[in-house]
C-alpha cells in the first residue's frame, strides 16, 4: 500500500534503487539501459562521480539562501556558462526547479516586456498544435495537445494554435520540403493579420517537438521565415528548449541547427541532467533592458530561483559534458544509433518514419506504411511498447496521441550522452524484439483507426 498518488493509481512500478553509466536497477537486482534518459532527462546518465563530488560539497557549503537577500555563487557561474554559448542577443539568465516553471516565466516576461514599453494591449499567444509546453496552467494553455488539455480547458487563458511544421504528416504529395517550410510558417503570419498584429505578444514553439510528437525536427528555412514574420510584426520568438536544448541535438541550443536567434530560450531537463531539479529561461538582452529601464525588477519569483544545490550540479553537468566532448559523441554515436535503426526498423511494417536529430531519435508507428494509418487508439500501442521494452531491460519514452493528440503512436529515444556503439546495438536489438512483441498482440483482431 502506498501513501503517494502516482500518476498511475493502478500502475505497479518496479522501484529505483540506484544507477550507474547508463542503467538503472530496481530494488529486485534488475537493470533497465535507459535509452530515453526517463524523459529526456538523464544526458549524463546516473551515478556520475564528479556530479556527486559537486552536489557533496555544494551541500556542506552553501545548501540554500533566499534570492531576496542574496545571490550566490554556483548560480552566478551557471549564468556566465550559459550566457557565453547562448544564441546571439541572450544575455540573461532567470533560474527556476523545471520546465514548466521555466515556459511560464517566459510568458511571464513576454507580457512584462511590453507593458513596460508601453504596448499593454499586446497579450495574446500563439503556438503549436501538437506542442507541448508544461503542466502549470499558463504553458498548458500554450501548449497544443488536445489529451492534455481538455479537462482543463475551462480553466485555461485564452490562447491560438497553428499547424506544426511536421513534414511527415502534413507535407504535401509533389510538394518540395522548403516549400512546404513556408507554408507552414505562413500559418504564423495569417494568424498574427487575424488577431491584429498590435495585439500578439508571442509565439512559441519546440524546435524539435519531442513528447507529443516523438522528436519532429522542423524541415529547413521553416524557422528562418517564422523569425522574419516575428520580427515585421514585433513579436517576441520562444523557444522552448527543455527538452531538446543542452545538447540534446548535437548543439548546445537546438535552434543552432535552424539558423534561427530566439527572445527567449527555455532549457530544463539536461541542463542538470536530473541530479537536482532545474530549469531557466534565458531572455534576450532587448528585454533585460525593457526591466532594467523600466520598473527595475521582473514581477515574479519562487522560492527555489537559484537554488544553489540546483545550479551546482547544473553547473557540474555542463562542465562535464564540455570537458570530455561528449557533444561530439552526441553527434557521432548519435548518427550509429540512427544508422542501426534505420537497418532495423527502415523496412519494418509498422514503422513509418524515423527521425530527430543527434540523440533525440523517434519512431512513429502505423498499422500501414503506405496509407499512414494509425492503430486503433484503444488498442494503447504505445503503452505496450513501453511494457515489452521494460520486460526486457530497456527503458524508451513512448506516447500516443501523435498524429493529433488522439491519433499515432510514436517511441522517443533521448539516451545518455556517454551512450557508445555497443549499447547502441543493445537499445535496437531489445527494442526490436519489445516492438515486435506490442505488435503481435495488439494488431491481432484490430482493425487500424
Ligand atoms: C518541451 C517541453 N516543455 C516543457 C516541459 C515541462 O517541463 P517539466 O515537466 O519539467 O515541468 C516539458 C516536459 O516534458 C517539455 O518536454
Not at 541532467?273 to 528585454?287: E, F, K, N, T, V
Amino acid at each position: 500500500m502506498t501513501h503517494i498518488l502516482h500518476r498511475q493509481i493502478h500502475a505497479r512500478l518496479p522501484v529505483a534503487a540506484g544507477g550507474s553509466g547508463i542503467e538503472l536497477f530496481d530494488t529486485e537486482g534488475r537493470a533497465y539501459i535507459d535509452a530515453s534518459g526517463g524523459a529526456a532527462v538523464s544526458c549524463l546518465g546516473h551515478g556520475h562521480p564528479d556530479i556527486v563530488q559537486a552536489l557533496r560539497r555544494q551541500a556542506e557549503t552553501l545548501a540554500y539562501a533566499h534570492t531576496s537577500f542574496f545571490t550566490n555563487e554556483p548560480a552566478e557561474r551557471l549564468a556566465d556558462r550559459l550566457i557565453a554559448s547562448a544564441p546571439e542577443g541572450i544575455s540573461h539568465a532567470y533560474f527556476v526547479s523545471g520546465g514548466s516553471e521555466a515556459n511560464e516565466a517566459a510568458i511571464k516576461m513576454a507580457r512584462q516586456y511590453f507593458v513596460e514599453k508601453g504596448e499593454p494591449q499586446r497579450r495574446n499567444i500563439i503556438a503549436r498544435r501538437q506542442s507541448y509546453h508544461g503542466n502549470t496552467l499558463g504553458t498548458l494553455a500554450a501548449g497544443g495537445n488536445e489529451w492534455r488539455r481538455a479537462q482543463f480547458a475551462p480553466l485555461l487563458i485564452e490562447t491560438h494554435h497553428i499547424s506544426p511544421c511536421y513534414a511527415y504528416r502534413h507535407r504535401e504529395e509533389g510538394e518540395s520540403e522548403a516549400a512546404y517550410g513556408q507554408r507552414a510558417a505562413q500559418e504564423l503570419e495569417d494568424k498574427i493579420r487575424e488577431l491584429g498584429p498590435d495585439t500578439v505578444m508571442a509565439f512559441m514553439a519546440e524546435p524539435v517537438v519531442g513528447a507529443t510528437a516523438g522528436a519532429v525536427p522542423a524541415v529547413e528555412g521553416y524557422f528562418r521565415r517564422i523569425r522574419e514574420i516575428c520580427d515585421r510584426h514585433g513579436v517576441l520568438l520562444i523557444l522552448d528548449e527543455v527538452m531538446c536544448g543542452m545538447g540534446r541535438t548535437g548543439t548546445m541550443f537546438a535552434c543552432e541547427q535552424d539558423g534561427v536567434r530566439p527572445d527567449i530560450v527555455t532549457i530544463a531537463k539536461g541542463l542538470g541532467g536530473g541530479y537536482q531539479p532545474i530549469g531557466a529561461a534565458l531572455l534576450s538582452r532587448d528585454i533585460f533592458d525593457a526591466f532594467a529601464g523600466g520598473s527595475g525588477l521582473f514581477q515574479h519569483g519562487h522560492t527555489y530561483i537559484c537554488h544553489p544545490m540546483a545550479c551546482a550540479a547544473a553547473l557540474a553537468v555542463q562542465e562535464v559534458i564540455a570537458r570530455d566532448d561528449l557533444l561530439q559523441n552526441v553527434r557521432d554515436t548519435g548518427a550509429y544509433l540512427r544508422e542501426r535503426l534505420e537497418a532495423r526498423f527502415g523496412n519494418h511494417a509498422h514503422v513509418g518514419d524515423i527521425r530527430g536529430r543527434g540523440m533525440f531519435l523517434g519512431l512513429e508507428l502505423v498499422a500501414d506504411r503506405s496509407t499512414k494509418a494509425t492503430f486503433e487508439p484503444d488498442a494503447k500501442l504505445h503503452a505496450r511498447v513501453k511494457k515489452e521494452a521494460m520486460v526486457r531491460g530497456l527503458m524508451v519514452y513512448p506516447a500516443g496521441g501523435t498524429v493529433d493528440g488522439r491519433r499515432g503512436d510514436h517511441v522517443l529515444l533521448a539516451p545518455p550522452f556517454i551512450l557508445d556503439r555497443t549499447a547502441a546495438e543493445a537499445i535496437v536489438e531489445r527494442l526490436g524484439d519489445a516492438l515486435d512483441a506490442a505488435v503481435a498482440q495488439d494488431f491481432a483482431g484490430r482493425l487500424p483507426a
